[in-house]
């Protein structure tokens, strides 16, 4: 979240209500246990591996093309 975005939470909501849905967000989080983190290892990994391949594509396309 951007400190302008920030700074308009903090006047809409009141600095008191923005920390009292903070706290309730943070109460009501739990550490994801070893199986959620592995998948959500995987599905990053693969997100990432799919955006690689995708740029490396376009730059193999520019290459072919003539270059810029």
Not at 7 to 29: A, C, Q, W, Y
């Amino acid at each position: 979240m951007g400190v302008f975005k920030c700074f308009v939470l903090i006047e809409t909501m009141g600095l008191k209500n923005l920390m009292d849905r903070m706290r309730r967000i943070f109460l009501v989080s739990s550490k994801p246990d070893k199986v959620e983190y592995r998948q959500t290892v995987k599905i990053t990994s693969l997100g990432m591996v799919v955006i690689g391949i995708i740029g490396f594509a376009i730059f193999i396309a520019v290459q072919l093309i003539g270059g810029l």
